[in-house]
């Protein structure tokens, strides 16, 4: 699928960052703008923030991390493009197998910092992240080399990085592969550190000798030996500390042991630590120069900061991606959504933990009925219907590919907008009907024909009747700003208003007449009832209440609510005989494909048994020729010649056949040489129809095809192998010939 993109600037609050990002452009980031249109309420009532929080545990820096837990829908519909394609591009590198380099790496920003100060320097590990990231951004490079064509967003983003060796090799002449500096780092750090190797061996060489020594006076403790300050001191007894010479540098906490250094390591062990403060300065010197040259690459750095942060961001999104089974549906320029076998996230990752399955759902939303009521029992699934159309919708504009079927299809809205749940202020002093009132006012104020509304038991919250009838004065309101809109009620006044409105369509929630259950799946063409009394009953309400509840009621309600019953038994009735039907069409279609199958094969061997027979009518007239002349043949005759008539008839028999297979090639060669192809029965493997009743092979580039399953009609753009790109509308797929139909 194919999506126009643009560069967008790269925004940043953080003055850490803002030395940096001056220097590149805008490929580098997906810092959404503020949300324009989506509330911080419809986020919190569709549970984003739960999103978020498993983003931000996918990444890997704080960079990443914080603009995942900062992530919002937008409405800059080209950037939300570019950023579900980069999403779809590293989803199927993951999927592949593609042996992509790992993103194992730590971020470069108090590098990035010091480099410009003068005379700054670099600490060790710091130069050590250098290393690995401009390795790592090497093996990128390689990466997407050969691959430029198969993932161009990706490929983008590496514009400002480039292969080299200078900054690995410049800082691998001072540091070992163990992140230590090299002893020959410079003449005068090994001069040093040869000093220091030399001075050592004495000390301790003198030390052995001494503790020696006085082991043999019995004058040490038990331990022999201590370090303290970094040098090696003698444990004496302190009872005899006046009869070794030497410096004495403390005692044990009960004062029993003393603790000295030998007389003959004091000097040594001054000139000691006057060499390695000598070291400590060359060090210093080393990585000052060090830093120096590294600081004339700092815009390769700040992309290396930039390039990788963007893939630890866009690879978490791939991580929840495969996670939750997400993929980019159809991305539509009209106002339409198509959810196919479509899950609510938080709700499939719950019940999977829970080992309980998730029913999906399917719905419609477009010109034709852009303003869906769905109705049905409490408890049925209305809400969670809505929640995953509304966080499926955002999480599509926040760049997040989404737990649907590949051929749904979804556009995006200037603003989604919300009405869930019991939104009562004890701060404001509002009820729960005053904050909705609020709220509608709000929805009235911006709604427009790019506005997807999500109503949650629309109209609740005041007097059934009064709430009833201005919930539907709302209800045409919206319809005549051409706003889309997903909205659960009871009302019935709402449902038979959607019925009447040529674009608005009831939907309802199954429930299973028989036992009392819902079925939590959902179902589009007409209203559901509530089932108030049959859920009464099942929760153990004795009948004689709920007969006497129906005494009270209006006849026409009641009658309402009965036809509605009726409508559900008889609409679950007609889709278990529509599903046998096409589960009776399917086995038909495969018993004749099977038959076809069986009659070419019988067809096949007939055709070979006949060449066979053929063959054996020529070699038995062929053997009573010869028969024939066998029985002329004279063997008791006395004259010489008295044969020559039979072997004259053999030799013409044999000239005329000799002939006939000279003229058969002759023919043969003539037609070789007009360059006509020979036709030559074909040859069929067992089991393959020579007859395709789709007629693929008639596909070919521009052909108007049909997908066997959906009778979706497209236009072949391109021709791989099996595989087979058709435009279906605005969507691009990649489809298996053998699931195409040929058309014209």
Not at 5 to 13: A, G, I, W
Not at 255 to 272: D, H, K, Q
Not at 672 to 682: T, V
């Amino acid at each position: 699928m194919k999506f126009k993109t643009e560069n967008v600037k790269l925004k940043s609050t953080d003055p850490k960052q803002t030395s940096f990002i001056s220097h590149f452009g805008s490929r580098f980031s997906i810092n959404f703008t503020p949300m324009n249109g989506f509330d911080r309420q419809t986020l919190h009532d569709l549970e984003f923030v739960q999103i978020r929080e498993w983003l931000t545990a996918y990444s890997i820096g704080e960079t990443a991390q914080q603009r995942l837990a900062d992530l919002e829908p937008s409405n800059d519909f080209p950037l939300v493009e570019q950023a579900l394609l980069r999403v779809a591009e590293f989803k199927t590198i993951r999927t592949d197998g593609e042996s992509f380099p790992s993103l194992d790496f730590d971020e470069l920003l108090p590098e990035i910092r010091l480099l410009p100060i003068k005379n700054a320097v670099l600490q060790q590990e710091g130069f050590v992240r250098i290393v690995r990231a401009s390795d790592l951004v090497n093996s990128l490079l390689h990466f997407f080399d050969k691959r430029s064509q198969d993932f161009p967003e990706l490929t983008a983003l590496l514009t400002n990085v480039y292969h080299t060796r200078e900054l690995i090799d410049s800082i691998e002449k001072v540091f070992d592969r163990k992140g230590q500096i090299k002893d020959d780092a410079s003449p005068e750090l090994a001069r040093i550190r040869q000093q220091i190797g030399v001075l050592r061996n004495q000390i301790n060489r003198n030390f052995d000798k001494e503790m020696r020594k006085w082991l043999k006076e019995g004058m040490l403790g038990e331990t022999k030996e201590a370090f303290v300050n970094e040098r090696r001191v003698l444990t004496v007894m302190s009872s005899h500390k006046r009869k070794i010479g030497g410096s004495v540098v403390g005692s044990s906490k009960t004062g029993s042991l003393t603790f000295i250094e030998p007389a003959v390591n004091v000097p040594l062990n001054n000139e000691l630590e006057l060499s390695l403060d000598d070291e400590r300065k060359e060090i210093f010197r080393i990585l000052q120069e060090l830093t120096r040259e590294i600081a004339h690459h700092l815009p390769l750095i700040e992309a290396y900061q930039i390039l990788l942060t963007e893939l630890d961001f866009i690879n978490a999104k791939t991580k929840l991606a495969l996670e939750l089974n997400a993929v980019l549906p159809g991305i539509v320029r009209h106002t339409r959504i198509e959810l196919i076998d479509a899950f609510h996230p938080i709700l499939w990752k719950t019940n999977k933990l829970a080992g309980k399955p998730t029913l999906p759902q399917s719905l419609i939303l477009d010109q034709n009925g852009r303003m869906l009521v769905i109705s049905g029992p409490n408890a049925g699934g209305k809400s969670i219907t809505l929640k995953t159309i509304g966080l499926l919708q955002v999480m599509l504009q926040a760049g997040l590919l989404v737990p649907v079927h590949e051929n749904s299809q979804l556009c995006f809205f200037q603003q989604v907008l919300t009405d869930i749940g019991d939104n009562q202020s004890i701060e404001n002093e509002l009820s729960t009907y005053s904050y909705r009132l609020k709220r509608m006012k709000y929805f009235l104020k911006v709604s427009n024909k790019r506005t997807l509304l999500l109503l949650d038991e629309f109209g609740t919250g005041s007097d059934p009747e009064l709430g009833g009838a201005l919930a539907e004065v709302f209800f045409e309101e919206l319809y005549k700003r051409k706003s889309y809109a997903v909205i659960t009620t009871h009302y019935a006044n709402i449902k038979l208003k959607a019925d009447r409105l040529p674009q608005a369509v009831n939907g309802c929630m199954l429930f299973d007449t028989e036992t009392l259950e819902p079925l939590y799946r959902f179902s589009m063409g007409q209203p559901g009832s509530s089932f108030t009394f049959e859920v009464a009953q099942m929760n153990g309400i004795p009948m004689n209440l709920i007969e006497e509840a129906k005494g009270k009621l209006d006849d026409s309600k009641v009658n309402m609510d009965r036809l509605l019953h009726e409508l559900n038994r008889e609409k679950s009735y007609l889709e278990q005989l529509n599903k046998a039907h096409i589960e009776a069409q399917e086995l038909a279609e495969a018993a004749r494909l099977d038959y076809i199958q069986k009659k070419e094969r019988f067809e096949e061997r007939m055709r070979a048994q006949q060449d066979v027979i053929e063959k054996n009518n020529l070699y038995l007239n062929s053997g009573k020729k010869m028969k024939q002349f066998i029985d002329r043949y004279q063997t008791k005759s006395r004259k010489k010649d008295s044969n020559n008539p039979l072997l004259e008839d053999v030799r013409k028999y044999l000239l005329v056949e000799k002939s006939k297979i000279e003229e058969s090639k002759r023919k043969e060669e003539l037609v070789k040489q007009a360059g006509i192809p020979i036709k030559k029965p074909k040859k069929q493997k067992p089991g393959v129809v020579e007859k395709d009743p789709y007629q693929r092979d008639k596909i070919v580039l521009g052909s108007t095809v049909k997908m066997i399953e959906t009778k979706q009609s497209g236009t072949v753009e391109e021709i791989k192998g099996h595989l087979l790109t058709v435009v279906f509308g605005f969507m691009r797929l990649k489809v298996e010939r053998e699931k195409l139909m040929w058309v014209k």
